[in-house]
Every structure is written in C-alpha cells, then in structure tokens.
C-alpha cells in the first residue's frame, strides 16, 4: 500500500556531479510524470511517460535524461548537475483508463546543488 | 511559458468566508485539475473539469470553466483553517497528455 515514492528524500550534491532520483508506484499506472517546482514559477514538467519504453520531453528537459524499463520505475537523471537544477522534485503518475486522468504525487525530492 | 497563471497569488480570509481562486490559461484543452499543496509536501487532487463541462462541484468545491475566456474558478465555501494551503490549477494540453501547472494560489484561512 505504499503508492508512489521518491527517493533520496533530500540530496547535496556539487556542481557536474552526476545525480539520479528515483520514482516507484505501486499501483501499475501506465503515466508518470517529473516535475521541479521553483518559487514563482509553480510546478514545470520536465519528462513524462506513456507507458514502459515511451518517454516524451515537457516543458524543461534540457540537462536530464529518464528512461522507463519498469512500468512501475520511472528515474530522473541529472547528467551533470548545475546550480540552477537546485529545486523540489515531484514524481507524479496517472491511470487514464481506471482512474481518469487524476496525478497522484510523491512526497518530493530537495535537491541542492552546491 | 506557463500556461496557467492564477489569481491572486496570495489571499487570507476568515474562517467561515468563502474563497475564490481564479485559473486562465492559453491553449486548448482536453481538462482542468485543481490540486491543493500543503506545506512542503506533495500535490493532492481535488477536482477535475472537462472541456465539455461548465460546472462541477465536490462537498464544499465548486469549479467553473469558461472555454472561450480560457479560464477557470475554484471557490471554497465555509472555509476552515485546515484549507490553508496553496491551489494549483493543471491544464491538459489538448491531444497530448502534458499538464501545465500555473503559479498557484496561496491561501490563509484565520481562524
């Protein structure tokens, strides 16, 4: 019954370092989604996914990497982390076909890049 | 650029009053989502509008949707202090699955 997790909960890392944060449900959802959300800026999707195997760009992808070889694993890669990356994270994932098209979201990720 | 921008950003109401938040956004859509953030934590639905709708509503929410003034309208009525919490409105972009969040709406409800 745990839905859907992130993990770490909280991450520093520095400047280049390679990050990953993971994101797992439980639920079988065929979408799952990353988001950062900033101050003034509300929540952005960074990546999304359709299904195992088919990712899509948002509205800022540009310095992550996603794969989805699980339905139920959906990690957000930073390739070479920037200070600008230092955000909250939130993994969310969505079941059209049962549960329409209601986000179900994680605890979030606090990362900051040093 | 973002595609919901919510109004007001910030609003404080006594406990009992109604609160109304206000959503616009750009394009075409397949539906609108209005999620509730407590501090620090995750999004948790609320409601869900279709383009096809108007009017829904849920306990004490209420949701308009005005598709030819691209926008929408969360009202809150007899707030509680426990409804304090910032609002977000989420726009599916129509013939995608892509959801756009707007800046959100941060409400205090005194009690």
């Known amino acids: 019954d745990a839905g859907i997790t992130q993990s770490p909960r909280y991450k520093i890392t520095e400047t280049g370092r390679q990050v990953t944060l993971m994101c797992h449900q439980t639920w079988s959802h065929s979408y799952m989604f990353w988001y950062r959300q900033d101050l003034g800026h509300g929540l952005r999707l960074i990546y999304y996914?359709?299904?195992?195997?088919?990712?899509d760009k948002g509205e800022v992808p540009d310095g992550y990497v996603v794969s989805r070889s699980k339905t139920e694993n959906f990690p957000l890669t930073l390739e070479s982390a920037t200070r600008s990356q230092t955000s909250v994270y939130f993994c969310?994932?969505?079941?059209?076909?049962?549960?329409?098209?209601?986000?179900?979201f994680g605890p979030g990720t606090r990362l900051l890049v040093l | 650029s973002q595609q919901g921008e919510e109004d007001p950003q910030a609003l404080s109401i006594q406990e009992g009053e109604n609160a109304t938040m206000n959503c616009s956004y750009k394009?075409?859509?397949?539906?609108l989502q209005w999620y509730r953030q407590n501090s620090g934590r995750g999004l948790v639905h609320l409601i869900l509008i279709r383009s096809n709708e108007r009017e829904k509503h849920s306990g004490r929410l209420r949701v308009t949707l005005d598709t030819s003034k691209k926008s929408s309208s969360l009202l809150i009525t007899a707030s509680r202090a426990a409804d304090t919490a910032s609002y977000f409105c989420?726009?599916?972009?129509?013939?995608?699955?892509?959801?756009?969040f707007g800046t959100g709406t941060r409400l205090k409800v005194l009690a």
């Open positions: 394009t075409s859509i397949n539906n």
């Open positions: 996914s359709a299904a195992a195997d088919i990712t």
């Open positions: 989420a726009t599916e972009i129509a013939r995608t699955y892509k959801y756009i």
């Open positions: 969310a994932s969505s079941d059209r076909g049962r549960a329409g098209e209601t986000q179900y």
